[in-house]
């Protein structure tokens, strides 16, 4: 069953959402540079402080999924970067 299909929506699927944002358009896989995805992040981050009903999902966690994703980011993009 696809997460779709579930009837409640977890802390585990909103990580699995979150590790995908931005990345669908019309269908197809799209490619994000990692300061695309950083500033995405973020503004979600920011916008849980204002949220009220969190269901099942544990904030915490998310907070700090969020942190490391938003790290393993950047230690990507550093990577990437041109050695000068």
Known sequence: MGIQNRLI???????LYLK??????SG????????????LLEKYRE???S???WGK???VMLG?????MILD???ESAKAEPKS
């Open 51 to 53: 949220r009220t009903g």
């Open 73 to 75: 980011l950047t230690v």
């Open 47 to 49: 916008s849980m402080k």
């Open 20 to 25: 995908e944002i931005g990345t669908f358009r």
């Open 9 to 15: 929506w977890t802390t585990d699927d909103e990580i």
């Open 28 to 39: 197809a896989k799209r490619q994000m540079k990692p300061a695309e995805k950083i500033r």
């Open 64 to 68: 700090s999924a969020i942190d490391l």
């Open 57 to 59: 999902l544990d904030p």
